[in-house]
């Protein structure tokens, strides 16, 4: 009899994101505990080692940065996790793993800020932080799950993303969805996509680490395996040595923006909800998207035309999505957890007649659907 392989688990959402990074292959972990992303480390502490893993406690966070860039270019799926004040303190080596093409994956558990802020309280004011908290031009792969079931399949799709384009990627979770527990079914068997990255074909002495190709994507040679290349956080020829010639630098970072700005479809991920005849659309993310799905049902009961629009990919922006729901609607309505991130990205793809309204909310409690239903009553 074959033994079965699909667990019902119940799981809190950064112990989903330990179980889907995991699965994806990440055998490499480099952190500093911090609320609310503790508990990613405690478990992957434990988790590792059992798979052949690596688990270290590094002394800060930007050491963590630093030692999961390295394992990755040793050929390791790696990963970090921290809060918003961590997140700060990684930003310089997130730069150089943009610059150095190195994929990897920052889990972000966002909490109230500035500073030590609100340690046990959520937050989602790191949006803006996470597209430009490192410095220069540069593109970004942000993810946002919503729910536990979401923290998990979320996770397996940034390590590919990661690995298939080369590049840092974020995972923005909110204190509200790090912590809830429910319950998720688990299949070991499931045919899951697990992407790994493009090994050169060719002989060491062709290989060229930062060649252009028609993906913007170099293939990666892991390091001991032979291939020799130089790596740099300053602006670098195709062979990875530092140049200062425009006709080198152009063309690096417009390969750059365009490994990812070619693949949006790709990348876009989210979900319409009633928005096909919707005259109000809600758009939101993480744990408010709950809220805003809840509040579009109750507003249907009621006999108001209302959908939700949800956002699992924060970066890239997913405009066309938006553009979909802003031409459809009268009215949309942004929920958040800051002082207005996203609703400033809607409101600037706004080429419509539909008004753009905003609810912020910043005093550490959640958006709840009765507040969102609220804002129907009073703008519709």
Known sequence: MKKKTKKELLLQGNEAIVEGALRAGCRFFAGYPITPATEISELL??????????FIQMEDEIASMGAIIGASLAGAKSMTATSGPGFSLMQENLGY?????VPCVIVDAMRGGPSTGLPTFPSQSDVMQ?????HGDHPIIVLCPSTVRECYDITIRAFNMAEKFRT???????????????????????????FNRVKPTVPPEWYIPYEDTPRGVPAMANFGDGYRYHVTGLTHDIRGFPTSRPDEIDPFIRRLFRKI??????????????????EITIIAYGCVA???????????????????LKLNTIWPFMR????KVLQTSKIIIVPEMNMGQISR?????????????????????????????RKIKEVR
């Open 261 to 278: 700005s070619q693949h949006f479809a790709e990348l876009h991920m989210g979900e319409f909800f009633e928005t096909d005849d919707a």
């Open 45 to 54: 502490s434990v988790r590792l080692p059992q798979v052949d893993g690596t």
């Open 130 to 134: 996470a597209r430009w908290g490192t």
């Open 168 to 194: 840092p990627v974020i995972i923005l979770v909110d204190e509200v969805v790090a912590h809830m527990r429910e319950k998720i079914s688990i299949d070991e068997d499931e045919d899951i996509e697990i």
């Open 97 to 101: 793993a943009v610059i150095a093409e």
């Open 345 to 373: 990205e809607v409101k600037r793809v706004n080429k419509t007649d539909a008004k753009v309204f905003t609810i912020n909310k910043v005093d550490g409690t959640i958006i709840t659907p009765e507040e969102i239903l």
């Open 290 to 308: 709950r809220s805003a799905k809840r509040a579009a049902r109750d507003a249907r009961e009621r006999g108001l035309k209302v959908g939700a």
């Open 320 to 323: 066309t999505p938006v553009e």
